[in-house]
């Protein structure tokens, strides 16, 4: 299966705005997001760890105004962008759904083969 182009490297801006997609996951259509944050590209489940509910402000929306830690706009847990793991609020020590994300010839794909579709 190959890879699916999510957009273009420039596109990202470093601790921006991420770009939302959606994927098949667990038999149903699911909301994700991919953005850059210190020069990488990371992707997860938009669905925060303590309650299942999306986690940005408006869309694509994720950094808190530091631009250090992604945050639920709704209950506050906050997560390290390059690991997924809350660092606070209601659900400290647990992750978001990371996906499998990889840059290569200026665009940013989804390893749709590393990709498990629980």
Not at 33 to 61: M, T
Request: aromatic letters at 12%.
């Amino acid at each position: 299966m190959p890879d699916r182009v999510l957009c273009q490297s420039q596109d990202l801006a470093e601790r921006g705005l991420a770009l939302r997609f959606t994927l098949l996951w667990g038999g149903r259509e699911r909301n994700a997001f991919v953005l850059r944050y210190d020069g990488q590209v990371y992707a997860y489940i938009n669905e925060c760890a303590h309650i299942p509910i999306e986690l940005d402000f408006n869309p694509g929306d994720f950094f808190d105004y530091s631009r250090s830690w992604l945050v639920c706009s709704t209950h506050g847990a906050y997560y390290a962008p390059d690991t997924g793991l809350c660092l606070g609020g209601p659900c400290p020590g647990r992750k978001l759904v990371s996906l499998p994300v990889r840059e290569y010839a200026g665009q940013v794909c989804l390893i749709e083969e590393k990709t498990q579709h629980e």
